[in-house]
């Protein structure tokens, strides 16, 4: 969990405390970090079925299997990196701070949670439309791309939309 706590001061806290914990450690000479792990599965079987087209199949297999086996531990994990995720501040709207980059995720993001409450109450369809976009994004990158700040960058314009109306009709 403090590895997943907006950087750079959660992951600092969380490499002085676990200093063997691979996830901490992200470097293609670290043979334990899920990564290097998850492209030493994908080479082999590549090797084993002779192109990656043949490959794709068996990998996609194990990876569902992997899930299948614990979804518990997907969800939480899913969790860790959408928490994550909220904080990216990446792209034309970075903010180089990252202490402000943090508290301005957090006041948008709220805003977001407080606009889409609204929006049901209300059963403002269009609201919520343009809610769901961010909310939808959040979800997609967390449950499937391990939280990676490119993928979340497309609902930095929409969460500041979001901002915007919600001040203008304060």
Do not use: C, K
Not at 80 to 95: K, Y
Not at 143 to 157: I, K
């Amino acid at each position: 969990i403090l590895a997943w706590i907006p950087p750079p001061a959660g992951i600092t806290r969380a490499r002085e405390r676990f200093p063997e914990a691979a996830i901490l450690r992200p470097s293609p000479r670290n043979r334990d970090y899920y990564v290097t792990r998850s492209m030493a599965i994908w080479q082999s079987e590549v090797e084993r079925a002779g192109s990656r087209l043949e490959a794709a199949p068996a990998v996609r297999r194990r990876a569902l299997g992997v899930i299948a086996a614990d979804p518990g531990q997907h969800l939480f994990v899913s969790l860790l990196v959408g928490w994550r995720t909220l904080f990216a501040e990446r792209g034309a709207l970075a903010i180089a701070d990252p202490d402000l980059a943090l508290a301005v995720g957090i006041a948008l993001h709220a805003l977001l949670l407080l606009w889409t409450a609204r929006a049901l109450m209300r059963r403002d369809l269009p609201g919520l439309a343009l809610a769901l976009i961010p909310l939808g994004g959040w979800l997609l990158h967390a449950l499937l791309t391990e939280g990676r700040e490119r993928f979340q960058l497309p609902a930095l314009p929409v969460l500041w939309l979001l901002a915007a109306l919600a001040v203008g009709e304060a």
